[in-house]
């Protein structure tokens, strides 16, 4: 009989719930009662949403962050945090963000490093360690949620990070190493599984995603030494690796001492076979057969039949599961009410895999005739979406088949564009920009709300945006900005506003995934071959440049970002869709050149995170990300200078591929690593200009002019003055306009400085 369970359920609810209930919070609307309350209301619907599983996920809610969470539970909190003022409610949230509420009585402080999780767009808090770090555990939390679980009289399994994940995960803020920290750790985890066992726990879930990179001896060995100590006589441990194949791992993996392995059948199906030989016979095995990184049906006959032998051979060994948590994906496909019922017919989010998965189980334990209804349904829709004619065009086909490498090159070099742009923009020594957003009020969210419903007319709807363009260009010279942004108030996001605009693509109205805290996206669904029908940006840009005599910045998000931030199909190979999105950004960017753009950025946020987990895989990945974007922005004249964008990511090992792109300028984020990510320029000679971000738009604190200068004082200790720019390290929608204008004021007011003083 084969057992189901749930590695994680989305924390945000249907209708962003959590997202609402955070930011009341934080602007002193509501208190810790009510925002405690609304976790725990969350927390019921979501495990009544997974009442078929035979075990549900206890841990997986977080109101920020689950790594995050597992610092508090360890007791490793920054030293800059006051332990000793307010509650941990408000320390919590001043690791995540700068301050608890917007008048912390605290004040702000450095938030927590952020970046993304594995290959995902979900970004974590990185953890701190030094070498006086000691780990204390703090269960109360997860013991809570835990007690509250048992009381639904489901069988309940906490999910926690393991300890060694946990550990690589840590960046060292001195020169210690964080692998000397294991005992320690492990001696807070061993007590916190003698208070789960005391609680009834049976299983609980280790999440050790960490087996499916390419991790060094001394790693491996410190997988050993931690299963081997924490084995508990009360306590199962299910062993959790996701996103990727095990490959030199999955003897490790296999021979570890736990009661159960998971591992992500659908990136790694073809090691399952292995596990199945090699997996002692006392052990579980977990497959995750249902994606939990993409909304698309599952094929269930084809995994049923896949399956059945493995059932066969295992029996109650065997459970089944989504490959990771679904957390990657939106909660509830039945709100969507405006799909084209095709497409929507060939979707699956997360209370629908849930549902996938129970027909899976009782297909297995009660034999293919007592599902027949649902796999002939589950193979028509399937069937429909191999053959739609909406799919498939044999036109952009043939674009992309006739690509070639010249499309993707300059016309001069970059020290030749260089002279030429400098000429033609008259720029001042550290220009000051921004990444292109200005925040979205909540008038705009208004009127994009009423034109949406036709409740306000084409024309209105334009006067509304045009109003907002002067207003973001009028403030931007009078804070005395040197390259404008028209501000984006026309977007709803940088992904879906190019998606609506391009076929190939679908949107839905509630498919909402957590980015991070409250920040949520909606990707939009990428079904078929892209094509862009008209231009998209050149009207909103143009007008926009007719307001001011300074240069205004074109704003476009790039083929990679496009394709990594939305539901991509999977009936072809990534790099042939992002080829497809390139030509049509390329042609974007002549448009825009057309009109009298002379700066293009084209935002590739999503570059970094694209990559292979393991090494070996980057180049074929780098080769083809890399010239889709020179395909998309090196069509250009040379006076035309073409900026890049990249946030949150450890791009530093990627150097070499970052200066292949040949963007004239490149701004990544600095700010909350306080520049730590420049330490790669001290062995790479990047050739073109660089902004390094100084201002952290992910807090709501405010640099001071001091800051931004000390930041970029340590930038220029390695990259000349001459090719520095100055500009914050995100777009700054989520921000609000009191915050943005006195922080770009001081950032203006530290570039003056610099020209000055270097």
Not at 171 to 179: F, G, T, Y
Not at 304 to 310: D, R
Not at 378 to 385: G, S
């Amino acid at each position: 009989m084969a057992i189901t369970h749930n590695l994680g359920f989305p924390r945000i609810g249907k209708q962003r719930e959590l997202k609402f209930g955070l930011e009341r919070y934080w602007q002193g609307d509501s208190d810790p009662a009510t925002l405690e309350a609304l976790g725990n209301t969350l927390q019921q619907q979501h495990w009544a949403h997974q009442a078929d599983c035979d075990w549900v996920p206890v841990g997986d809610f977080s109101f920020y962050d689950h790594v995050l969470d597992m610092s508090f539970l360890l007791g490793n909190i920054p030293s800059r945090i006051d332990k000793d003022t307010g509650s941990e409610l408000d320390q919590y949230f001043r690791v995540a963000r700068g301050r608890s509420v917007g008048n912390d009585a605290c004040g702000s402080v450095k938030a927590g490093e952020m970046t993304k999780w594995f290959d995902t767009n979900y970004h974590y808090i990185v953890p701190e360690v030094t070498a006086e770090t000691t780990f204390s555990l703090n269960p109360a939390r997860l013991i809570a949620q835990v007690k509250n679980a048992i009381a639904t009289g489901k069988n309940i399994k906490p999910v926690i990070i393991g300890p060694v994940t946990y550990l690589w995960l840590c960046k060292e803020k001195d020169s210690s190493e964080r692998i000397d920290l294991l005992d320690d750790l492990i001696r807070v985890y061993q007590a916190l599984f003698a208070k789960l066992a005391q609680c009834g726990i049976e299983w609980i879930q280790v999440d050790e995603p960490i087996l499916v990179t390419e991790i060094s001896a001394e790693w491996k060995n410190a997988l050993q030494k931690t299963y081997h100590t924490l084995k508990h006589p009360n306590l199962n441990i299910l062993l959790a690796t996701y996103f990727g194949t095990l490959k030199e791992n999955l003897t490790l993996a296999c021979t570890l001492p736990v009661a159960g392995l998971h591992v992500d059948a659908i990136n790694a199906q073809e090691e399952v076979k292995h596990v199945v030989d090699w997996l002692p016979v006392h052990k579980v095995l977990s497959l995750g057969v249902i994606n939990g990184r993409n909304i698309w049906k599952t094929d269930l006959s084809q995994t049923l039949q896949w399956l059945q032998p493995i059932s066969s051979r295992l029996g109650e060994r065997l459970w089944i599961a989504p490959s990771c948590s679904l957390l990657h994906v939106p909660v509830d496909l039945d709100s969507e009410t405006q799909l084209a019922l095709d497409i929507k017919n060939w979707l699956s989010f997360a209370v629908q895999k849930l549902q996938e998965l129970n027909i899976l189980k009782r297909g297995l334990n009660d034999g293919v005739a007592s599902i027949q209804a649902e796999l002939a349904e589950n193979t028509l829709y399937i069937e429909q979406r191999k053959n739609s004619a909406k799919v498939h065009c044999a036109e952009v086909a043939a674009k992309v088949a006739a690509l070639t490498k010249s499309q993707g090159e300059r016309q001069s070099s970059y020290s030749e564009r260089a002279k030429i742009q400098k000429v033609g923009l008259n720029l001042p020594l550290f220009p000051t920009t921004t990444i292109g957003s200005f925040p979205q009020t909540q008038a705009i969210r208004t009127a994009r709300k009423h034109y949406k419903s036709n409740e306000l007319t084409n024309e209105d709807y334009k006067a509304c945006i045009r109003a907002e363009i002067e207003r973001s260009i009028k403030t931007q010279e009078t804070i005395g900005l040197d390259v404008l942004v028209h501000g984006e108030a026309e977007r709803n996001d940088m992904v879906e506003y190019f998606g609506e605009q391009l076929e190939g693509y679908a949107f839905s109205q509630y498919g909402w995934v957590q980015s991070y805290g409250s920040r949520c996206v909606k990707p939009p669904i990428l079904y078929g071959d892209i094509r862009r029908p008209e231009p998209m940006t050149v009207d909103w840009i143009a007008y926009a440049q007719s307001l001011t005599a300074k240069p205004v910045k074109a704003m476009l998000t790039g083929p990679v970002t496009l394709l990594n931030w939305s539901f991509v199909r999977d009936d072809q190979h990534r790099s042939i869709t992002c080829a497809q999105l390139a030509l049509a950004i390329r042609e974007e960017v002549l448009d825009l050149e057309r009109s009298g753009a002379k700066i293009i950025q084209i935002d590739e946020a999503a570059l970094r995170e694209g990559l292979p987990l393991r090494k070996a895989e980057w180049p074929y990945y780098l080769q083809w990300s890399v010239e889709a974007f020179r395909i998309s922005a090196n069509a250009v004249k040379d006076e035309t200078q073409i900026h890049t964008h990249m946030c949150y990511s450890e791009f530093n090992d990627i150097i070499g591929a970052i200066a292949e792109l040949d963007a004239d300028v490149i701004t990544i984020e600095t700010s909350r690593s306080d520049t730590q990510l420049l330490g790669v320029f001290d062995v790479f000679d990047y050739p073109n200009d660089i902004g390094p971000g100084v201002y952290d738009i992910h807090s709501p604190n405010i640099p001071t002019e001091a800051e931004i200068k000390s930041l970029m004082l340590k930038a220029v200790k390695r990259i000349p003055k001459e090719r520095l720019w100055v500009n914050p390290d995100c777009g700054l929608k989520t921000r609000r306009w009191e915050d943005v204008i006195p922080a770009l004021q001081n950032m203006v007011g530290a570039a003056k400085q610099l020209r000055c003083e270097c």
